[in-house]
Each structure stands twice: as C-alpha cells, then as structure tokens.
C-alpha cells in the first residue's frame, strides 16, 4: 500500500498524524508536549487552520485540522520544523525528529468524521495509557467535556459537522464500547468517507492516483499507487522500505521502486517524487542515472508484476 497522498482544498476537513523516527518518543516530558500545543494553538491566527481536534502520545500525534482557504502544507511545515528545532536544541540531538512528512487523510463530513473524533480521542484509551479518555492530560477531550477551560483556539466545529451536539454525546461517544469503522483505523488511506465521494476526490485533486494516457496503446497505464502497491505485493516488503527516504544510506529496493514506477506509468518527475517524498530534481537525478545502469528490463518488470 502506498502512502497517503497530500489532498488539501478550502473547506476541507483532515485527519493529520506523524511519528518519531523508528517509533522513538517525540515527547520526552511535559514541557514537550507544552511547546507542542503552543505551536498548534497559533495555526487559527497565522494560517486560518481551525484545530478541531488533537491527542498527543508518547511517540506520535494526532490532529483533526478544518481549512477555509486550504492550508494544510503550511500549517505542518511550520508545526513539524519548528518543534523539531526546539526538541532538538532542548535535548542536544540533531537531525530529523519525525520519521518522516506527516501522514494526512481527507475526511467526509458526518459519520465519517464522527468516527474519527472518536478515535483520536480513544488512542489512549486503546493503547492502555488510562482508562478513560476523559481522564487523558493531553488531548481535546476534557475540554469538550468541561473538565479544563476550552482554549479559543479550540474549535468546536468538528463536533458541531460529525453531529455532537452537546457534552453528554460527546461523552458517550468517546465511551461506549463499539467498533469504529475499519476505513477510520487504516492510517495507509488517502481519504475516508463513502466510496463515491472519495473517488471523486482522489481523481481530481491529486496526480499520483490518476492514470496516464499511453499514446501507444490508446489506453490508460496503471497509476503511480497501482503500481506501487502490485511492487511491494510482489516482493513482499513493507511499504516504509521503498517509500521512505534514507539519506546517505544506499536503499536498492527504493531505487528499483522509483524505476519500475517510473518506466511502468510514465508519470512526471514531480508526481512521483511526491509519493518517493523527494523533489522533482531529486528525483529527476536519480532516473537519470539508473538510464545508465537500469536495475530491471522492462521484461523483467512486466515478469515481476505477473506474479502479482
């Protein structure tokens, strides 16, 4: 499975996560989490991002973000860099905090972000870090219960489009005990909502899911996430193996990735290097020189991808 796509418009709603590298805490102490939500309070006034939504644990977060004017890259490049500097400087590490760009979901209003808040603010709960959500320090929940004073830049929109109307739902939601929708739990999805709606996002927003015209045949080839996924199907690894980035460090199944993708869709450098996260002269660099020394034959491809 590939990994999420970056889906932002204005008037979307969002569900953004990210993790510490090999799974390591991004949070030492409370002070951490502190300069966090320092850093997400200010998203409403500088980038018009509305925070619907958070829960912070030990090694990653969550955040439920609306944006009127379509935001999002902004609003996370400013969070991600600038606490990674300040965890940094505090503790005297160096280099990346996060294992990489963070991961975001478009969501559908209604049941589907219903479900969402539901299980943002359950993570705690669901990884047995306390009984109740409502007894969790660090996440939204106790605010929309009254417990602690609901900041301003807090917004209780969220609720208000998944259909919470008043703390008592709220409470119920985040308590009774009930399966949430599988769709919500897959962090590896793009979009969550019914079938159609996600569809018509994904073919219109973002190039990495749409097919490219195959002037030869007439036809459609199969898109960058189509092939990636038949790739990894194919030689039975995980995704972080070929789309996460390694820098300084030689990844021969990632180069053969970005190859076979490469020769399999004929999609733009850009497009591709957005689902490798690396730039378009990055990646345009790294084709050019597996031209010289191809890891794979278009035969040995096309083999490869049969088996699937």
Not at 179 to 205: H, Y
Not at 237 to 242: A, L, Q, S, T
């Amino acid at each position: 499975m590939a990994r999420p796509l970056r889906i932002d418009y204005p008037g979307a709603w969002h569900h953004v996560f990210n993790r510490g590298q090999r799974r390591e805490p991004i949070f030492a102490d409370n002070d951490d989490r502190r300069s966090f939500i320092d850093l997400v309070s200010h998203l409403p006034d500088r980038m018009n991002v509305q925070v619907a939504a958070y829960c912070l644990m030990d090694n990653h977060y969550h955040l439920v973000l609306h944006t009127p004017d379509g935001r999002l890259a902004d609003a996370l490049r400013h969070v991600d860099g600038v606490y990674t500097q300040r965890f940094n400087r505090r503790w005297g590490h160096d280099g990346a905090l996060f294992r990489g760009r963070y991961g975001s979901r478009l969501v559908q209003e209604g049941s589907y972000l219903w479900q969402l808040m539901r299980y943002v603010h359950r993570n705690p709960v669901e990884a047995g870090m306390t009984r109740a959500a409502s007894d969790y320090p660090w996440s939204s929940a106790r605010a929309f219960l009254g417990f602690d004073r609901r900041p301003a830049w807090l917004t209780t929109a969220g609720l208000d489009v998944a259909g919470i109307d008043s703390r008592s739902a709220f409470r119920a939601m985040i308590d009774d005990d009930f399966e949430v929708e599988e769709a919500v739990l897959d962090l590896g999805l793009a979009a969550i909502g019914d079938l159609d709606w996600v569809e018509q996002r994904l073919a219109a927003v973002d190039p990495v899911n749409l097919p490219v015209h195959d002037e030869r045949t007439g036809g459609k080839r199969p898109t960058v996430l189509e092939t990636i996924e038949e790739l990894i199907g194919a030689l039975q690894i995980e995704k972080d193996d070929v789309l996460t980035p390694t820098p300084g460090k030689a990844n021969p199944i990632r180069k053969l990735a970005i190859w076979v993708v490469h020769r399999r869709t004929g999609a733009s450098y850009a497009t591709i290097a957005d689902a490798f996260g690396t730039s378009p002269g990055g990646m345009a660099s790294i084709v050019n020189q597996m031209r010289k020394a191809p890891p794979i034959s278009d035969e040995e491809m096309n083999l490869l991808l049969c088996q699937t």
